[in-house]
Nanobody
Framework: QVQLVESGGGLVEAGDSLRLSCAFS????????MGWFRQAPGKERDFVAA????????YYTDSVKGRFTISRDNAKNSVYLQMNSLKPEDTAVYYC???????????????????WGQGTQVTVSS
């Protein structure tokens, strides 16, 4: 059974940086597209960024382009989200998702991810 464990969230000020990590176990990490999604109180879970299983392609929602970077280390079975220039509107619970060989056309669709972590809270104060 695949398990995902996120870490790295916290309380920061606007303009600060955070690096989220997601540790994967239970299957072959190198065959899964990995995504980061976030959910603010009272809102749906929204796509943030994704990286294809080979690491060759990444995809970002417009609001984080130029500020966030997703990366993966297949040797460490981990995916990361480097978040720079954080804004109060980035405040949310951030979730890591895993989907078997998802292609670019489906990477932003939360329903295509089979496995999810428990989430990590990111709070950005103004």
């Amino acid at each position: 059974q695949v398990q995902l464990v996120e870490s790295g969230g916290g309380l920061v000020e606007a303009g600060d940086s955070l690096r989220l990590s997601c540790a994967f176990s239970g299957d072959s990490f190198g065959t899964y597209t990995m995504g980061w999604f976030r959910q603010a109180p009272g809102k749906e879970r929204d796509f943030v960024a994704a990286i294809i299983w080979t690491g060759a392609s990444t995809y970002y929602t417009d609001s984080v382009k130029g500020r966030f970077t997703i990366s993966r280390d297949n040797a460490k079975n981990s995916v990361y989200l480097q978040m720079n220039s954080l804004k109060p509107e980035d405040t949310a619970v951030y979730y890591c998702g895993a989907g078997f060989r998802l292609l670019i056309s489906t990477m932003a669709n939360a329903n295509r991810y089979r496995y999810w972590g428990q989430g990590t809270q990111v709070t950005v104060s103004s």
